[in-house]
């Protein structure tokens, strides 16, 4: 995991407990404080599965250079055959999915495949979006329900085969808009707020 903001992992680490459920003790999590930019350009590292949950792009903060084409193009080189990426997208209701659109756009310039879903999210208490990216297709439904079983340990409390067999199914607005939306760079960020 690499975060620019160690004060704020620390404390969700010492506070937040019943949300991490201990994943920071894993001896295969490793959490580095550094920009995600800088780290992931200067890598050598191939990874098969790239999670990325950052705050929305605002003017002046520095989020924004993570939602553009270069980053992503990055991004898919340090992926490794058949890997993929996914990212939260913002917003999902009709007010404000734009960043959403123009995300999706953005990606399509750099992967093959892209699966635009969405979730209702209780701590932001709206529907929210995602995107995963690969260069490869994705599993049907039905093999993915079955691997994600296979290597779970534990129950689950959000997903299940009925969850799984609607993400990607959005509403008709939701579907024309990811016709539309206009590529993001680093010269021309498109904000969450704006």
Known sequence: MVDIDGET??????YLSQWHMGSFLSPRAKVIYEDAFS???????QWDLII???PCPIEGGPAYKLYSLEFFKILKAHLTKGGFLATQAGGASRVNSDFHFSLYATMKKAFKHLM??????PSFDVPWAFI??????????DKAWAKIRRGA????NALNAEVLDAIGKNPEFFKKGLDGGRIITRKKPVYFFK
């Open 9 to 14: 992992v620390e404390f969700c680490k010492k």
């Open 39 to 45: 780290y992931v350009e200067n890598s050598k590292a």
């Open 52 to 54: 990325m949950d950052l």
């Open 116 to 121: 635009s879903y969405q979730m209702f999210v």
């Open 132 to 141: 995963a990216a690969s260069d490869e297709k994705f599993s049907s439904r």
């Open 153 to 156: 340990k534990g129950t689950f």
